[in-house]
C-alpha cells in the first residue's frame, strides 16, 4: 500500500463540523464499510434527505482547498487509470486500489479528485470510472465491434481471435470488455455473449457442456460427474438424456449434437443411413456408418439390422422394408 488512505480522509475531514464529519463519514462507509442513503442518515437525525445532501455538498466546499496536498496520490490514481486505457470498471478499480478494507476511502478520494468522473451504470455498462471521455467512446466502439464478431462466429474467441481496426494495449482492451454487461471472460479464458453457456454456465446441464467441449469426446455420465464435481451421477444422467444438446451414443455415453452424432435408438440410425443413401448398402458399409455415430458392439447392430420389420436383405445388400 502506498499511501495511507485512511489517514488521509481522516486529515481531509477532521476539520469539519461534527455533523457535516458524521454525515460524510456515514455516507462513504469509513467505519462501517457500507454506504449509507441520505433517507437513512436524515431518518437519524429528523432532518430531510434533501438537508442531508446539503450538509454533504457543504462538506465538500470545505475540504476541497486541503485537496492539492494530496496530489501525489490523485496523480497515482490516474496513473493507474491510464495503464487500463484510461478507464476501470468501478468494483475492480477499489478492489485493485484499496483492496477489501480501503475501498471506501478510494471512493471518497475519487469522488473528490477534480480529474475522475464516475459513469453510472446503464442496460449495456456497468459503473465505472474515467479521466478520459474520449476513450470511453472508444471503449463503446471496441465492445461493439466484439460483440458484432461473436454473434456472427456463434462461439466464445480469444482476444487474437478479434479483428480491430485500432489495437489498443491489452491490459485496455480486458478493461474495455470489463464494463460491458454483454461480454464476458468464460471459466475458460474465451470471451463470449454472457447468456451463453460456455460463458456463464448454469446448473448441471450447461458445466456437462463445458466438460464435453473442453475434453471433445464422448464420455460417460459418471465420468461427467466426476468432472463436474456432481454429487449424484444418476442426477446428471437425468439432466443429460432431457437436453437436446447431448446425444446417447453408447451404454450412458453421451457426446454432443453439435460434433454431428444424432438421436434415436440404433434400429433408428441404420434407418437414417439407409434413407440417406437412397440405395441398398452391404452389411459392412452400415456398421462402419452407424459405429460412427454409436459406440455399441457390431453384435448390436447385426441384431437391429436382422429384424425384419424394418430391414430387407437383397442381393445387393441391405435396404429398407416399406411398410
Known amino acids: 500500500m502506498l499511501f495511507n488512505y485512511a489517514k488521509i480522509c481522516q486529515n ?31 431518518k437519524d437525525y429528523g432532518i430531510t434527505r434533501e438537508r442531508v445532501r446539503q450538509i454533504e455538498e457543504d462538506g465538500f466546499l470545505r475540504i ?3 485537496i492539492g496536498q494530496f496530489q501525489k496520490t490523485f496523480q497515482y490514481f490516474a496513473d493507474q487509470l491510464k495503464n487500463f486505457g484510461d478507464l476501470k470498471k468501478e468494483d475492480i478499480l477499489l478492489q485493485d486500489l484499496g483492496r477489501r478494507r480501503f475501498q471506501p476511502q478510494i471512493y471518497f478520494l475519487l469522488t473528490l479528485g477534480p480529474n475522475f468522473e464516475k459513469v453510472g451504470e446503464s442496460d449495456e455498462l456497468y ?35 478479434f479483428q480491430l481496426s485500432y489495437s489498443p494495449p491489452q491490459t485496455a482492451l480486458i478493461s474495455y470488455l470489463e464494463i460491458s454487461k454483454r461480454i464476458q471472460k468464460g471459466p475458460q479464458g474465451l470471451f463470449g455473449l454472457k447468456d451463453w453457456p460456455e460463458i456463464n454456465p448454469r446448473g448441471v446441464k450447461d458445466k456437462a457442456y463445458l466438460v464435453f467441449k473442453k475434453t471433445k469426446r464422448p464420455l460417460h455420465f459418471s465420468q461427467v460427474a466426476e468432472l463436474i464435481d456432481a454429487a449424484l451421477p444418476q442426477t446428471v444422467h437425468n439432466e443429460l438424456i432431457r437436453d437436446e444438446r447431448f446425444v446417447l451414443v453408447g451404454r450412458g455415453i453421451y457426446a454432443l449434437r453439435e460434433w454431428g452424432y444424432e438421436s434415436g435408438q440404433v434400429k433408428d440410425i441404420i434407418f437414417k443411413i439407409l434413407k440417406k443413401a437412397g440405395k441398398p448398402l452391404t452389411k459392412e458399409e452400415i456398421l462402419k456408418k452407424v459405429l460412427e455415430q454409436r459406440l455399441v458392439k457390431e453384435n448390436t447392430v447385426l441384431l437391429n439390422l436382422s429384424n425384419k420389420k424394418y430391414f430387407l436383405k437383397t442381393s445387393r445388400g441391405y435396404t429398407i422394408r416399406e411398410a
Open 127 to 161: 459503473p465505472l470510472w474515467t479521466i478520459n471521455q474520449n476513450s470511453l467512446v472508444l471503449a463503446k466502439k471496441v465492445i461493439d465491434s466484439f460483440y458484432t464478431q461473436l454473434k456472427k462466429n456463434n462461439r466464445p474467441l480469444n482476444l487474437k481471435d
Open 12 to 42: 481531509l475531514i477532521k476539520d469539519l463540523p461534527p455533523r457535516t464529519k458524521e454525515v460524510i463519514s456515514r455516507r462513504f462507509g469509513f467505519k462501517t464499510g457500507q454506504k449509507e442513503t441520505l433517507e437513512a442518515i436524515g
Open 64 to 66: 476541497e482547498p486541503k
